[in-house]
Every structure is written in C-alpha cells, then in structure tokens.
T-cell receptor, first 114, second 112 residues
Framework: DAGITQSPRHKVTETGTPVTLRCHQT?????MYWYRQDPGHGLRLIHY???????DKGEVSDGYSVSRSKTEDFLLTLESATSSQTSVYFC?????????????FGDGTRLSIL | GQQLNQSPQSMFIQEGEDVSMNCTSS?????WLWYKQDPGEGPVLLIA?????ELTSNGRLTAQFGITRKDSFLNISASIPSDVGIYFC????????????FGQGTILTVHP
C-alpha cells in the first residue's frame, strides 16, 4: 500500500454545487497528480503539483482548480459542478519526476453529479 | 497531445489461455509502463520498460519495449481468474514532472 488516502470515496451532488476532493499521502513524496477516469478514455491528467504551492494544469483542467498548502495534501475543487464531471477521480503520488520513479495511485473517488 | 492506441479493447478468454495486448503511438518514447486496475481500486504498476528492445518479466507477465520505440506489448501466460481487470499502457514521453499519458485500457475477462 502506497500510503494514499482519498476522501470521500463516493459522493453524489447536484449541478452547480462546489465539490472538493482530498488526497492525503504519508510518503512525503514531492509530486502529486489528479486524474479522471471515464470509459473509453483511460485516465486523463487534470492537474499536478511539483511541490507545496507549486501546481500546473494537465490535459483536462477546465472547470477544476487545485491547491497544495502542505506536502501531504492535494485538494481538487470543482467550483460549480456539471454533469460532464461525473467520473472516477484518482490521485497519484511520485517520489520524483523521472519515469524510473513510477506513480502510485489511490483507490479513487466516485463522483456523481445529478 | 500525444495519444496511445491500446488494443484490443476487451478480451474474453478461458482460464489457462495466454493473452496478448499491445499499445502503439505515433511518437517515440523512452519509457513504457503497464498498469493493472482491479475493480474498485486504483491502477497498480506491473512492469516498467526503459530501453528499446527490452523484454521484462514479472511472474506470468512479460512485456516488451518495441525496437521502434513507438510500441509495447504485454503478454500473460496461463491466465487465472484473478487476472481479471483492466490493463493500461502508459508513458511519460520524456515530459517534465512525470505526467503520464494512458492508453484506453484492455478489459480482460477470464472464464473458469
């Protein structure tokens, strides 16, 4: 187990409401990532962080924001949730940015927006 | 952006059969990764490949880094029911910060 906890594990909410997902790690890894998983698309990168207060956009960042005020926590926020953001969200961590330091994933948050 | 084309999309096999799946891209990569995802869980790294032509095994799993550096293959020998899941190829493409691009996944079903 890579020491990654995602919360909540499941959430149902309504269109237009704000939603925040949390990723907590106990590995003290520098790099953290948020992905979403949809049928037929694999996993797609939303945002990532390369240190405290250092974040950047991924492939599908529109409608999402992130924050990282501590090494161990990486928050993903949907400011005004839409039905197209219904998905399974995964957090990943990595000790380094190089490909020989592979990412380890949490167990995901299943988010449904009605 | 870069895309990885993974095939087949799904496979239905009998226990004991061998399985092959592959991943291709129009871009050249320095690394290929293979992940497996069990239902309700996050992906878990199976095999990492770092050199063109490299052949690496992990138990019944064998993966190869294509010599053109644009493709990779994963083989599972003598499949068992616990092999069921989704298999993903992925790579970072030499980009900074380790950002991964994933294939669409191969859904494997094994009938006892």
């Amino acid at each position: 187990d890579a020491g990654i906890t995602q919360s909540p594990r499941h959430k149902v909410t309504e269109t237009g409401t704000p939603v925040t997902l949390r990723c907590h790690q106990t590995e003290n890894h520098r790099y953290m990532y948020w992905y979403r998983q949809d049928p037929g698309h694999g996993l797609r990168l939303i945002h990532y962080s390369y240190g405290v207060k250092d974040t950047d956009k991924g492939e599908v960042s529109d409608g999402y924001s992130v924050s990282r005020s501590k090494t161990e926590d990486f928050l993903l926020t949907l400011e005004s949730a839409t039905s197209s953001q219904t998905s399974v969200y995964f957090c990943a961590i990595s000790a380094g940015k190089y490909s020989n330091q592979p990412q380890h994933f949490g167990d995901g948050t299943r988010l449904s927006i009605l | 952006g870069q895309q990885l084309n993974q095939s087949p999309q799904s496979m239905f096999i009998q226990e004991g059969e061998d399985v092959s799946m592959n991943c291709t891209s129009s871009s050249i990569f320095n690394t290929w990764l293979w992940y497996k995802q069990d239902p309700g869980e996050g992906p878990v790294l199976l095999i990492a490949l770092y050199k063109a032509g490299e052949l690496t095994s992990n138990g019944r799993l064998t993966a190869q880094f294509g010599i053109t550096r644009k493709d990779s293959f994963l083989n599972i020998s003598a499949s068992i029911p616990s092999d069921v899941g989704i298999y993903f190829c992925a790579n970072a493409g030499g980009t900074s910060y380790g950002k991964l691009t994933f294939g669409q996944g191969t859904i494997l079903t094994v009938h006892p």
